[in-house]
C-alpha cells in the first residue's frame, strides 16, 4: 500500500497567521491518466470529513480561497494563509491513484 | 444540496453480520461512485471500498483488510447505497462514513461497535 506520512501531526497556529501541513506519499501519485490524485480533507471536532482540495490544487466549492493546495509526485503541501478559528480540527492528505487509496495519519491544528 | 444518511450501525458480537443503509438526495445517484470509509475511535481515516456507476460496469473494490467479508451494493431506482458486513471482528469498531465519488461529500456516519 502507498503509505502518506504527514508533517507536523500537531501544528498550533496564532490568529491571523499561516499554515502549512506537508505529506509525501511512498510512491509517485501521477496516475497513468496524466492526472495526480492527491486530496486534503478537514475535519472538525465531532464532525465528518469535508474535501478541501482535490487533484493537488483544486478547491472544492465553498472553500475558502485561504486554502491553497500545491505540489507534484510524492510531495504535496496544504497552505492556510490566515488561520481562523474555524479552521481547527484534523487535517488529513489522501491519494486516490492506487488501490488502497490511503490516508495521511493526520495533522491537528489548534490555536496557540 | 448533496445529502447522505447512514443507518443501520450498533452494538454485534464478534462473528455476526450488519447491514448500513446510505440514503442519498441532491445528486443523480446511477451516475456516480458510491464509497465507503471508516474511523476507529480516536483514529484516522481507512478506506474499506467503492462501487462504480453501472455506466462503468458497477464493480467494486475493497480494502484488503475486509475484502470476502464485506460487501457494497447499490439501488439506483432508491438512491440507496449498502455495506453488507459479515464476520465482523472486534476491530471493525469505528465509524462508517458513506461517500459521494471519492470523497465529494460524506454523511454524519454510524457506528459499529463489535464486542462480545
Known amino acids: 500500500d502507498v503509505v502518506m506520512t504527514q508533517s507536523p501531526i500537531s501544528l498550533p497556529v496564532t490568529l491571523g497567521q499561516p499554515a502549512s501541513i506537508s505529506c509525501r506519499s511512498s510512491?509517485?501519485?501521477?496516475?497513468?491518466?496524466?492526472?495526480?490524485?492527491l486530496n486534503w480533507f478537514q475535519q472538525r471536532p465531532g464532525q465528518s470529513p469535508r474535501r478541501l482540495i482535490y487533484?493537488?490544487?483544486n478547491r472544492d466549492s465553498g472553500v475558502p480561497d485561504r486554502f491553497s493546495g500545491s505540489g507534484s509526485g510524492t510531495e504535496f503541501t496544504l497552505e492556510i494563509s490566515r488561520v481562523e478559528a474555524e479552521d481547527v480540527g484534523v487535517y488529513y492528505c489522501?491519494?486516490?491513484?492506487?488501490?488502497?487509496?490511503?490516508f495521511g495519519q493526520g495533522t491537528k491544528l489548534e490555536i496557540k | 444540496e448533496v445529502q447522505l444518511v447512514e443507518s443501520g450501525g450498533g452494538l454485534v458480537e464478534p462473528g455476526r453480520s450488519l447491514r448500513l443503509s446510505c440514503i442519498t438526495s441532491g445528486f443523480t445517484f446511477g451516475e456516480y461512485v458510491m464509497s465507503w470509509v471508516r474511523q476507529a475511535p480516536g483514529k484516522g481515516l481507512e478506506w474499506v471500498g467503492f462501487i462504480r456507476s453501472k455506466a462503468n460496469g458497477g464493480t467494486r473494490e475493497y480494502a484488503p483488510s475486509v475484502n470476502g467479508r464485506f460487501t457494497i451494493s447499490r439501488d439506483d431506482s432508491k438512491s440507496i447505497a449498502y455495506l453488507q458486513m459479515n464476520s465482523l471482528r472486534t476491530e471493525d469498531t469505528a465509524v462508517y462514513y458513506c461517500?459521494?465519488?471519492?470523497?465529494?461529500?460524506w454523511g454524519q456516519g454510524t457506528l459499529v461497535s463489535v464486542s462480545s
Open positions: 461517500g459521494h465519488s471519492f470523497g465529494f461529500a
Open positions: 489522501m491519494q486516490g491513484t492506487h488501490w488502497p487509496y490511503t
Open positions: 510512491q509517485s501519485l501521477v496516475y497513468s491518466d496524466g492526472n495526480t490524485y
Open positions: 487533484k493537488v490544487f
